[in-house]
C-alpha cells in the first residue's frame, strides 16, 4: 500500500499543530477537567481543528475521530485518529515531554503513525511494511532478552494495578533492571530507539494507542494486550523488545 502522500502530509500537519501548541508554552495556562479527570486546554481544542480542518480539506473521504470530540463518518474505509496534544499534564507543567499524535486506519488495521515531540525536535513514524523512522534515521527495538537487563517504561501506573494482578506487576517491576518514566510519548520513542525494553500503559485510548501500534510492530516490538487480541481500543497495552515478549506475557499472564 503506497501512503507516501499520507505521510507527508501527516508529518507537514503535526509540524504545523506543533508551532501553535508552542506559542502556549512558556505562559500561566489554564485548563478544564474532563469527565476523566484528564486535563484539556485550549491548545488542545485548537491543535485538533487544525489537525481535523487539514485533513477534511486534503482526504475528505476519510474519517475523523479525535480525542476533544472531532468525529467524521468515513465513506473510503479509511480514519485518521487525532491526539493534539499526548501528555497534556507535561504540557501544562512546562516540560518537554508532550507531543503531536496522528495515525491512519485502514479498514481497521492501523497503517501508518506519526509522533512529534515539538520541544525535543524530534519525530518519529512508521508505515506498515516500510519500517520506523526517528528523525530520518531508521530505528529498531533492543535486542535485550532478559528481564534483569531490561528497562521498564510505565504511564497510567494508577491505572495498571486495576489491569493486571498485583502479584504480577510487583514482579515484573522488581524483576527489571530499572524502572523509568518520561511520558507516553517520549517512552515509545525511548523503545522504539531500542533505548528501553518494556513499556506498561496502563490506561488509554484508541488515539493513544494507533501511532504505538503501528510504530511498534515496524520496529520490531511486540504490542500486546492481556486479552491476547493486541487491539488499540482495549484500553490497556504493553510494548516490549522481541527478546522479552515470552517472559513479558507469561509475567503479565497475557496470550502471546
Not at 59 to 81: H, Q
Request: include cysteine.
Amino acid at each position: 500500500m503506497d501512503l507516501q502522500r499520507e505521510l507527508e502530509e501527516a508529518q507537514r500537519i503535526v509540524r504545523l499543530a506543533g508551532e501553535l501548541a508552542l506559542r502556549y508554552s512558556g505562559r500561566p495556562m489554564e485548563f478544564e477537567e474532563k469527565q476523566d479527570r484528564s486535563p484539556v486546554t485550549e491548545a488542545d481544542r485548537e491543535c485538533e481543528r487544525l489537525i481535523g480542518s487539514r485533513l477534511s480539506e486534503l482526504f475528505p473521504l476519510d474519517g475523523i475521530y479525535g480525542e476533544e470530540g472531532s468525529f467524521r463518518e468515513s465513506r473510503s474505509g479509511r480514519r485518521w485518529l487525532i491526539d493534539p496534544i499526548d501528555g497534556t499534564r507535561d504540557f501544562i507543567r512546562g516540560t518537554a515531554f508532550w507531543a503531536i499524535q496522528l495515525a491512519l486506519e485502514v479498514r481497521g488495521r492501523v497503517e501508518l503513525g506519526v509522533v512529534h515531540l515539538p520541544c525535543r525536535g524530534e519525530l518519529i513514524h512508521a508505515v506498515a511494511g516500510a519500517g520506523c523512522f526517528w528523525n530520518g534515521e531508521r530505528v529498531h527495538a533492543s535486542a535485550v532478552a532478559r528481564l534483569d537487563e531490561a528497562i521498564l517504561l510505565v504511564s497510567g501506573f494508577q491505572a495498571a494495578w486495576d489491569v493486571w494482578p498485583a502479584d504480577k506487576l510487583r514482579r515484573l517491576t522488581q524483576g527489571c533492571w530499572t524502572v523509568r518514566g518520561y511520558g507516553a510519548c517520549y517512552d515509545i520513542v525511548m523503545i522504539a530507539r531500542g533505548k528501553a525494553d518494556i513499556w506498561l500503559s496502563g490506561n488509554g485510548m484508541p488515539w493513544d494507542y494507533a501511532p504505538a501500534h503501528v510504530i511498534a510492530a515496524e520496529c520490531g516490538a511486540a504490542f500486546l494486550t492481556r486479552d491476547g487480541t493486541g487491539r488499540i481500543d482495549a484500553l490497556h497495552a504493553v510494548i516490549c523488545a522481541p527478546g522479552l515478549r515470552r517472559i513479558v506475557g507469561d509475567l503479565l499472564e497475557m496470550p502471546v
